[in-house]
């Protein structure tokens, strides 16, 4: 009988519409607090800024979907065909393109952790609308990943990078590990296998390569590289693309994160 509510629950909160007219969230699952919701809504308002920049749609709509307790989570996902496609055993939240919805599991078991995943799933929504493409795997990854790493306080929101990320990447620099032209080409099977075999490392790298572009690249720069990711035509490769953008082309690219972040 429960998770037969359960099917109900999921639309219950309706929507919420963003002042600026731009996003609706379709809040649906567990309810949020107020509180947690003003965060969220505080987040997407920052995002949106952000994502503008490279063209973002002027009405946008996207679907938040959270669960208390995981089991309910993955009775949902498997109602409507999700798990039994994907492998969830580690996973505590996932975006759904076709859908435009994410789903956050076990929102109880640390509420305060939860919110910045939240923040990641969301960006993947953003992500996936400017490019409208499948976006190579460190960008998607590393946008939500800077996101998922950003505080929303009182009066503003910071951006943040740990010291266990940066003692990663110096380890990387320092093992003769570091191959910045192979990672950004790589496609997602190989950027999954990266993450599963070298402790986090292709999340930290991508969120420091996205963390550089943001902090310390022109956004111009920024934006011509997404102008020629969303080019279906252009078959050529990421690094390639990187090149054709970036002042100097990709060994100065290269060049300029390392000085920062060796």
Same mark, same amino acid.
């Given at each position: ?5 359960? &099917? ?19 809040? *649906?699952?567990?309810? &949020?607090? $107020? ?5 969220? $809504? ?13 063209? !973002? ?15 309910? *989570? ?22 759904? /393109?076709? =859908? ?5 599991? #076990? ?5 305060? =952790? ?5 923040? /990641?799933?969301?960006? /993947? ?16 990854? #590393? !946008?939500? $990943? ?34 910045? =032209? ?5 496609? =997602?099977? !190989? ?13 930290? !790298?991508? /969120? ?16 011509? &590289? ?22 100097? *082309? ?13």
């Amino acid at each position: 009988m429960k998770h037969i509510l359960l &099917l109900l629950v999921f639309i219950l909160y309706g929507s919420y519409s963003f002042a600026d007219g731009r996003l609706i969230i379709d809040y *649906g699952g567990d309810a &949020l607090t $107020e509180k947690e919701r003003m965060r969220i $809504e505080r987040m997407m308002d920052y995002q949106i800024e952000f994502y503008s920049m490279f063209g !973002l749609e002027d009405s946008l709509r996207v679907r938040l979907t959270v669960f208390d307790e995981r089991s309910e *989570g993955m009775f949902y996902l498997d109602t409507i065909g999700v798990s039994k496609r994907h492998p969830l055993k580690n996973v505590n939240a996932l975006y759904m /393109h076709n =859908r435009k919805e994410a789903v956050i599991l #076990g929102m109880d078991e640390d509420r305060k =952790r939860m919110l910045p995943v939240i923040y /990641h799933e969301l960006s /993947h929504y953003f992500t996936r609308e400017i490019t409208n493409v499948n976006p190579p795997m460190w960008l998607m990854e #590393g !946008l939500s $990943e800077y996101f998922e790493n950003c505080e929303v306080g009182k009066k503003d929101i910071k951006h943040t990078i740990t010291s266990y990320e940066k003692g990663r990447i110096r380890t990387m620099y320092m093992l003769g590990e570091m191959d910045l =032209r192979k990672f950004v080409d790589s496609d =997602r099977r !190989l950027f999954m296998k990266k993450q599963r075999t070298d402790e986090q490392y292709a999340y930290i !790298l991508s /969120h420091l390569l996205v963390t550089f572009m943001i902090e310390n690249v022109s956004r111009q720069v920024f934006v011509n &590289l997404i102008d020629l990711l969303h080019d279906n035509t252009d078959k050529s490769k990421v690094s390639e693309k990187i090149a054709r953008t970036y002042p100097g *082309g990709f060994e100065t690219f290269e060049s300029d994160f390392e000085k920062i972040y060796k």
